[in-house]
């Protein structure tokens, strides 16, 4: 049975619950490098439902109706292009027109999520599970050096990686033979344990404070602006958008599309505002309007500009300072097809950022797979959610045996 959205979210305790959550001091007012915008709070919900977009366009449409170029790109990897799966906010289905949290979950495991995964890495398991089956299909004894030898080619191959490839072939070599595997199906079976095992960790989603709130981070043209959107119609309770990524055209107005489409307030200044003066009203409109979530966005290139790392963290500051434990949660999205560099995109903003989690992306765009596994090993941060198409059900929690079966199903 696959992890299912009612269990991923840790909310208050029973005594917190009684009780009442502890009240944080009232903020003192925002004064660092504070530059002069028109914050504002879009919370018209008559206006939501009135006419509700059937298209949340991208920054790029946004940019392309308004004529206005995109600014020059100093981010080594090319960001999506219009189309792509995850840039492209998915048109509404049934599913997300029921406007249900819980009716949503529901609809999404009795869809059959499992399958819906199987078939979003069905690129990666063509691309190398194929080679694994004619290995698998030869083997005989776990003493064959050069039979791991081609597993480790074909790992690797795969995006998984020398450390990890290394670590996950020199553990199935060792069980092999205390087991006396001799045959193909038990051999899988034994993959299918120890990548569970690699890619098992804390996938909860902590939602336990009055606000909670989430971080997202990650390089434009992963998918966080989207992800923040389908996020929002799981979340128990209510939520708050804070459109803290000032520098990318049209990112601002993105996020208010995705506002407007799910019935979610977002606050916002103009284009080059400072993010940590957004975030700052954030907060305080959260706690003043008693949000249970505040989702709030973040510049993409941070890791390649030493000013824009310094201003997440900046933000940090900001909101701890407000909301003492705050942010509870720094998520990054990943994109998947991006492979090893999208494994030291995640090694960078850990070391920036903090990270509690990461949102793997663009699954059903990739061949590549395996950099679950390389994440999970070589970042040391959980993977809390992934992502396999383009519509809002095609969100869901991590579930590491869930997941090696659908990689390595068909072996």
């Keep these: 049975m696959a992890r299912s959205w009612r269990s991923f979210f840790r909310r208050n305790t029973e005594e917190e619950q009684e009780n009442g959550p502890a009240v944080a001091s009232e903020p003192e007012h925002y004064s660092e490098d504070v530059e002069e915008g028109n ?13 509700a977009a059937e298209h949340v366009p991208t920054a790029e449409e946004v940019l392309a109706e308004r004529k206005e170029p995109a600014p020059a790109d100093e981010w080594e990897v090319d960001e999506t292009e219009p189309g792509e799966a995850e840039v492209r906010p998915p048109e509404p289905s049934a599913v997300e027109e029921a406007g249900d949290a819980e009716t949503l979950a529901e609809r999404q495991e009795s869809a059959g999520w499992f399958g819906k995964l199987r078939q979003g890495l069905s690129r990666s398991r063509a691309s190398f599970v194929g080679q694994l089956n004619a290995a698998v299909a030869e083997f005989r004894d776990a003493e064959d050096e050069e039979f791991w030898e081609r597993v480790e080619e074909i790992l690797i191959s795969s995006d998984v990686g020398v450390p990890t490839t290394a670590k996950l072939v020199g553990e199935l070599e060792q069980e092999a033979l205390e087991r006396n595997i001799t045959s193909g199906a038990e051999l899988r079976e034994l993959m ?5 095992s690699m890619l098992e960790g804390p996938v909860e989603l902590d939602v336990s404070h009055e606000p909670t709130v989430i971080l997202m981070v990650g390089v434009n043209g992963t998918g966080k602006t989207t992800t923040i959107g389908k996020l929002s ?20 107005e993105q996020l208010q599309q995705w506002g407007e489409r799910t019935g979610t307030p977002v606050v916002a200044r103009e284009r080059g505002a400072d993010a940590a003066a957004v975030a700052h009203e954030a907060v305080q409109a959260a706690r003043r309007e008693g949000t249970d979530v505040l989702l709030i966005d973040t510049a993409g290139r ?28 720094v998520l990054m999205t990943v994109d998947a097809t991006t492979g090893q560099n999208g494994l030291r995109q995640a090694q960078m903003f850990k070391e920036v950022a903090g990270l509690t989690g990461i949102i793997l992306t663009k699954l059903d765009g990739t061949a590549k797979g395996g950099i679950a596994l390389a994440i999970a090993n070589e970042v040391g941060v959980p993977i809390k ?27």
């Design 385 to 411: 959610l992934i992502s396999v198409g383009e519509k809002v059900e095609d969100l869901h929690p991590f579930d590491a045996r869930e997941f090696a079966e659908a990689l390595f199903g068909d072996l």
């Design 39 to 51: 914050g504002h709070l879009s919370a018209d919900i008559e206006a939501i439902a009135h006419d």
């Design 233 to 252: 119609r799981f979340l128990p309770g209510t939520a708050m958008f804070a459109a803290g990524d000032t520098f990318r055209a049209a990112a601002i």
């Design 192 to 196: 299918i344990e120890r990548a569970t």
């Design 302 to 329: 941070l890791h390649t500009k030493v000013n824009l790392m310094a201003e997440l963290d900046k933000v940090q500051r900001v909101v701890r300072r407000q909301l003492p434990g705050a942010p509870h949660e």
